[in-house]
């Protein structure tokens, strides 16, 4: 019996490891590590009308940051994807911690059913999201119009994805309907992990329910929640087919919509009258994930180790 536990006990050999680890190595290599690498290198390069790649080292970043035909295009991209952000995380989360917070209660009846339902869309394609949406908003033919008049408020419908001050807060708002379920259901279940026996006590010195929200689940729940927030932070700067799929790659009306991911599919692969350039397209990739990782790195440096050590 002794030697059967030390042999278990054993640990398992290098090359066992690496056979285990193997697979999921070469795939991960093979469509992310080598494509993000290759992307990086292709930014250093320009292309001829033949197809010849020449090293101009940092030629295309001076050109899309400083360049007026192309800076113009880009920061426009960058503004609108913060103010993107910036709704998503003023709307999206608040409403999910709400609704987790709700849905926590006990003797809450028909949550189950609530939760399904507001995590549905999120299911869904978001291709068929932006149709359907934009069939709902159409002026011509759209159903949207009619449900504002039956609660009397035809009076202030309007053609919200036409217009140049409100198509993107709509189309922003279209994206926290889809996703309000993720930060929802994440929230939920750190509500869910907190202690019965700290609640309890709680109770029983007779604290209500706002303050022991306050003061003890918000605290346990701030890793959740600061994954939450760099959750959004990289799916929003990574953003492209909701925007594709509603406006097109012209992010109109009069790229009012036009964020980053729209301006890498124009760049790289061209769009009507703008020739697709691959170099350039590499460039707009390469600062795309260098804002990506600065702010990842800000959050790690700034609040995750703010956070381990108030768990520690």
């Known amino acids: 019996m002794n030697l059967k536990a030390k042999s278990l006990s054993r640990p398992a050999p290098p090359w066992h490891i690496a056979l285990f680890l193997a697979p ?30 020449s090293f101009v080292g940092l030629s295309n970043y001076h050109t ?43 003797g809450l009846r028909g949550a189950r059913s609530y939760r399904t339902l507001i995590f549905l ?45 409100t198509a993107l807060v709509t189309l922003a708002l279209i994206s926290v309907w889809q996703y309000i379920g993720i930060p929802m259901m994440l929230i939920y279940a750190a509500l869910l992990a907190v202690p019965e026996e700290v609640l309890e006590a709680a109770y029983a010195e007779g604290a209500s329910g706002l303050r022991i929200f306050w003061q003890i689940k918000l605290p346990l729940i701030l890793p959740t929640l600061g994954l939450v927030t760099i959750l959004t932070f990289v799916a929003n700067f990574n953003a492209f087919d909701l925007i594709y799929s509603v406006k097109g ?24 009258a703008q020739i697709g350039s691959p170099t350039m397209g590499a460039a707009v990739a390469t600062l795309m994930f260098l804002v990506i990782l600065l702010g990842v790195a800000a959050y790690f440096y700034g609040v995750q180790r703010k956070l381990t050590r108030y768990e520690l």
């Open 24 to 53: 999921a190595v070469i795939i991960y290599s093979l469509f992310s590590a080598l494509p993000l690498l290759d992307t990086l290198r292709l930014g250093f390069y320009t292309s001829s009308d033949a197809g010849v790649h």
């Open 121 to 165: 869309p999120t299911l869904l394609s978001v291709v068929i999201i932006g149709f359907i949406w934009q069939l709902i908003l159409s002026p011509l033919w759209g159903v949207g119009e009619t449900l504002m008049g039956h609660v009397g408020l035809a009076d202030y419908f309007s053609p919200w994805l036409g217009q140049q001050s």
């Open 249 to 272: 790659a012209l992010a109109g009306p009069n790229y009012t919509t036009d964020i980053l991911g729209t301006l890498f599919y124009r760049t790289f692969f061209g769009y009507q």
């Open 64 to 106: 899309i940051l400083f360049d007026p035909d192309w800076s113009a295009a880009f920061w426009n991209a960058m503004w609108n994807n913060v103010k993107f952000f910036a709704m998503h995380m003023l709307l999206q989360n608040p409403i999910g911690l709400l609704l987790a917070t709700l849905f926590s209660l006990k």
